[in-house]
């Protein structure tokens, strides 16, 4: 891993081109798989880098090439596809990772480098669930801090980016996060380091074990950590769910790897072996 990925091509060369791929999530490491084995690849017409905020100890290993820490904002991001000569842009982070996607929207519109948004879909609730929706993570301690909840177990999924804000409650929380959490936390806890995928039975012994009332998750989307809903409608327990932030808007959307794919395709490959301006 280099903090800058692979040198950049020289501007105005029949080189390859570069497609970044902001990751951190399990379809960004899919579209780099999809991409890494594609003939533009083998025959290094084309070349993928994934990009990690840089936060996590051991990250999953993307296909293709990794750079590794931030840009320095979206001035920073614009930097880099500038001096490597990006043919197209990626947000494949997290749905709750607002910053780095207002930055790649800001990044795409200074440079003129195509931007896809990739973005699973959220969750829909279904019958048997108790959800109660809440604007953001302040919102979600706010309905916990409800008076009729004081004796509650909650677990919370919500990441240890997001724990600050459930500081204040006096209830036990069970917290699991994949790094241990920072210092702002709520004072009745149990930490899990844990990661997914997780299974319905492991949610199921894990809500039993913690005599768990109440489930707190952001609405991240995805089948791999989809498996605490299960256990919590089984259960017949109400979940609060974190909204996620709007997309920036005007920049078109993905919901899988393979359609990031065949937007690339339409967009990059077309012109791969076109000689430069
Ligand atoms: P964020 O708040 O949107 O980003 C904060 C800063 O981290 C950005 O301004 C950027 O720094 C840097 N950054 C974030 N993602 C980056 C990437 N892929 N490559 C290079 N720099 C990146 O994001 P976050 O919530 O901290 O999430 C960080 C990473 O973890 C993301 O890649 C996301 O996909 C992943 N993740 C997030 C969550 C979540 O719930 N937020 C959950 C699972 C995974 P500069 O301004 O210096 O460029």
Same mark, same amino acid.
């Given at each position: 891993?280099?903090?800058?990925?692979?040198?950049?091509?020289?501007?105005?060369?029949?080189?390859?081109?570069?497609?970044?791929?902001?990751?951190?999530?399990?379809?960004?490491?899919?579209?780099?798989? !999809?991409?890494?084995?594609?003939?533009?690849?083998?025959?290094?017409?084309?070349?993928?880098?994934?990009?990690?905020?840089?936060?996590?100890?051991?990250?999953?290993?993307?296909?293709?090439?990794?750079?590794?820490?931030?840009?320095?904002?979206?001035?920073?991001? @614009?930097?880099?596809?500038? @001096?490597?000569?990006?043919?197209?842009?990626?947000?494949?982070?997290? =749905?709750?990772?607002? @910053?780095?996607?207002?930055?790649?929207?800001?990044?795409? /519109?200074?440079?003129?480098?195509?931007?896809?948004?990739? *973005?699973?879909?959220?969750?829909?609730?279904?019958?048997?669930?108790?959800?109660?929706?809440?604007?953001?993570?302040?919102?979600?301690? /706010?309905?916990?801090?409800?008076?009729?909840?004081?004796?509650?177990?909650?677990?919370?999924?919500?990441?240890?980016?997001?724990?600050?804000?459930?500081?204040? !409650?006096?209830?036990?929380?069970?917290?699991?996060?994949?790094? =241990?959490?920072?210092?702002?936390?709520?004072?009745?806890?149990?930490?899990?380091?844990?990661?997914?995928?997780?299974?319905?039975?492991?949610?199921?012994?894990?809500?039993?074990?913690?005599?768990?009332?109440?489930?707190?998750?952001?609405?991240?989307?995805?089948?791999?950590?989809?498996?605490?809903?299960?256990?919590? *409608?089984?259960?017949?327990? =109400?979940?609060?769910?974190?909204?996620?932030?709007?997309?920036?808007?005007?920049?078109?959307?993905?919901?899988?790897?393979?359609?990031?794919?065949?937007?690339?395709?339409?967009?990059?490959?077309?012109?791969?072996?076109?000689?430069?301006?």
């Amino acid at each position: 891993m280099t903090p800058d990925g692979p040198p950049a091509p020289p501007r105005g060369a029949a080189g390859a081109r570069t497609v970044l791929v902001l990751g951190g999530t399990a379809e960004a490491r899919c579209l780099a798989a !999809l991409l890494d084995r594609t003939p533009a690849a083998a025959r290094r017409a084309l070349t993928v880098v994934t990009s990690l905020a840089g936060r996590t100890s051991q990250p999953r290993r993307p296909d293709g090439a990794l750079r590794s820490g931030g840009f320095g904002g979206a001035d920073g991001l @614009a930097a880099w596809l500038r @001096a490597h000569d990006a043919a197209a842009l990626v947000d494949a982070t997290h =749905p709750f990772a607002a @910053a780095i996607t207002a930055h790649a929207a800001q990044a795409a /519109r200074h440079t003129g480098v195509p931007l896809l948004l990739l *973005r699973r879909p959220g969750w829909t609730q279904g019958p048997g669930d108790r959800w109660h929706w809440a604007r953001d993570t302040a919102d979600a301690a /706010r309905l916990l801090a409800d008076e009729r909840r004081r004796d509650d177990r909650v677990f919370l999924s919500t990441g240890r980016q997001d724990l600050a804000a459930f500081a204040g !409650l006096g209830q036990f929380c069970l917290i699991r996060c994949v790094e =241990p959490p920072g210092p702002v936390l709520p004072v009745r806890r149990h930490v899990v380091l844990d990661r997914g995928p997780f299974t319905v039975e492991g949610e199921r012994a894990l809500l039993r074990d913690h005599r768990i009332d109440v489930l707190v998750t952001k609405d991240s989307g995805g089948a791999s950590t989809a498996p605490k809903l299960t256990a919590a *409608r089984e259960s017949g327990l =109400p979940v609060v769910v974190v909204r996620r932030p709007a997309p920036p808007p005007g920049v078109p959307l993905a919901a899988t790897p393979e359609e990031a794919a065949a937007w690339l395709a339409a967009h990059v490959d077309a012109d791969l072996d076109a000689p430069r301006p």
